[in-house]
């Protein structure tokens, strides 16, 4: 007989916001709240993680803003 690993989806990450500090979670298996977000981008900047979802957005204006859409 065959022993099936049973796959689970991972642990919630606790962060926090790479741009003010803010505490949340980033849910990997799919079900965080940055994919209902119509902004799927800016990424974080290098050497940044996640950003919560008020900076996320607050980044998303200003690259919108932006003439290049380059990230300020």
Do not use: H, I, Y
């Amino acid at each position: 007989m065959t022993n099936r690993k049973e796959s689970s989806s991972p642990e919630p990450r606790r962060l926090a916001c790479a741009r003010c500090g803010t505490e949340f979670t980033c849910d990997l298996s799919g079900d965080c709240w940055c994919a209902e977000e119509a902004a799927k981008l800016p990424m974080p900047v290098a050497g940044e993680d996640c950003l919560c979802r008020a900076c996320l957005r607050k980044a998303a204006a200003e690259a919108a803003r932006s003439p290049d859409g380059a990230q300020a």
